[in-house]
């Protein structure tokens, strides 16, 4: 066995699954944690199916912190969720604990692994299949944000410094190409070029909140339509996930990150460009989707900001994967040669496409305020 395995074993052993583990495979398409998919045969039951999860120590440097977190949110949302006639089992993230009651298990390297039911009947979509569902998805986050409106931000760890600090980001971009430890930055300058004519754009946001425009709130930070599970037979978004970066930020960055990555029809690390095309007309059910689901709870200075939200979640994610890819690929999962620069060039074609719409996307966020 070797000790990739055995880590894994001995952290199965730490959980207590109601039943006999019959199998654990590898699952989802998640860029950071090691997600397993657990087959547990509890006595004559039918099958239960867990998430077990090693938390990435790349990205994530304190997971007791993190897990504090979470069982902190998911314990407010399973309240509120109850409260509105809800059923918490399948509406939010529930943590199993470990044999000896602790919200994660270290294994020997220090690598924490922590456990969630299986949520069944759901899908987990990785490009919107349709109009429909993505204003699901889109329902699901707006309510995600309208439920956390009174949680207490200031409980909350940090659990990535810096994590949506556009401007910090753009500072590391400029440290890796100082660097150039693996000689890529002779290939990439174009990409450069795009940035450097949108540096000032890289403030815009942190401005805001630094003038008091924009209001510090509990927020997700992760939104792509593939942290959130879509019930298979109603089509609705019933449950948000991922939940490692839930700490305090803007709302329009979690509006924005979920266009980034749903408003087009074509894989994050495309590689033939001229597929890659922002659609108004997703971007126009997502708006509609995350007002209701928000359902008010967004300020008039934030509606203004939501296609900044869009533009400014689609810079920062392309530049984040270009410092990846110079730095040699060690933040983001990868599974071939060049496809951080590829996940860049597809989020840079989309910020230009923005820009081309800029008045439309405005327009549709004035369609649907109240
Ligand atoms: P990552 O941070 O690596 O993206 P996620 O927490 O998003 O990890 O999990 C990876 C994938 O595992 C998800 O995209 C989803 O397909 C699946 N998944 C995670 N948690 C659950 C759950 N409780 N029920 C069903 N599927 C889940
Ligand atoms: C990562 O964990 P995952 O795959 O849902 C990343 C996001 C990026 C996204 C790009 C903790 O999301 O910030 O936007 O990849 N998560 C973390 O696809 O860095
Ligand atoms: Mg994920």
Aim: contains cysteine; hydrophobic residues 40%; charged residues 25%.
């Amino acid at each position: 066995m070797g000790q990739a395995e055995q880590y894994l074993q001995a952290a199965l052993g730490a959980f207590d699954f109601g039943g006999e583990v019959v199998g654990a495979v590898r699952y989802g398409m998640g860029h950071i944690n090691d997600t397993f998919c657990v087959h547990t045969q509890p006595g004559e039951d039918p099958c239960r199916r867990f998430i077990l999860q090693r938390i990435s120590s790349g990205a994530f440097h304190h997971p007791d912190q993190l897990m504090e977190n979470i069982v902190g949110v998911t314990s407010f949302l399973s309240k509120e969720i109850a409260a509105a006639g809800g059923d918490p089992a399948r509406e939010t993230m529930q943590v199993v604990p470990t044999k000896d009651g602790k919200s994660f298990y270290a294994d020997a390297e220090g690598g924490a692994w922590r456990v969630y039911p299986f949520i069944e009947d759901t899908v987990c979509l990785q490009a919107a299949e349709t109009p429909e569902l993505f204003e699901a998805s889109a329902f699901a986050f707006g309510n995600f944000q309208r439920m956390l409106k009174d949680y207490p931000a200031d409980t909350l760890y940090e659990t990535i410094p810096h994590f949506h600090d556009t401007e910090d980001r753009l500072r590391k971009l400029k440290a890796a190409v100082a660097a150039d430890v693996m000689g890529r930055v002779k290939d990439v300058q174009p990409e450069l070029d795009f940035v450097a004519a949108r540096e000032a754009d890289c403030s815009v946001a942190l401005q805001a909140l630094r003038d008091g425009k924009l209001p510090l709130r509990v927020t997700h930070n992760d939104t792509k339509l593939n942290n959130v599970l879509i019930d298979r037979e109603s089509g609705k978004g019933i449950c948000v996930i991922d939940l490692d970066t839930v700490m305090p930020g803007l709302s329009i960055n979690d509006f924005g990150d979920s266009i980034r990555f749903g408003a087009n029809h074509s894989a994050e690390d495309e590689r033939d460009l001229s597929k890659v095309n922002f659609d108004i007309s997703l971007f126009d059910v997502y708006t509609r989707g995350y007002l209701e689901g928000a359902a008010g709870a967004l300020t008039d200075a934030e509606l203004d900001y939501l296609p900044w939200g869009a533009k400014l979640m689609t810079l920062e994610c392309g530049i984040r994967f270009l410092t990846d890819y110079l730095e040699g690929d060690h933040y983001f999962r990868t599974h071939r040669e060049g496809q951080n620069l590829d996940r860049c060039r597809t989020q840079f074609k989309l910020v230009s496409d923005y820009e081309k719409q800029w008045d439309d996307m405005k327009a549709v966020v004035d369609k649907y305020r109240a």
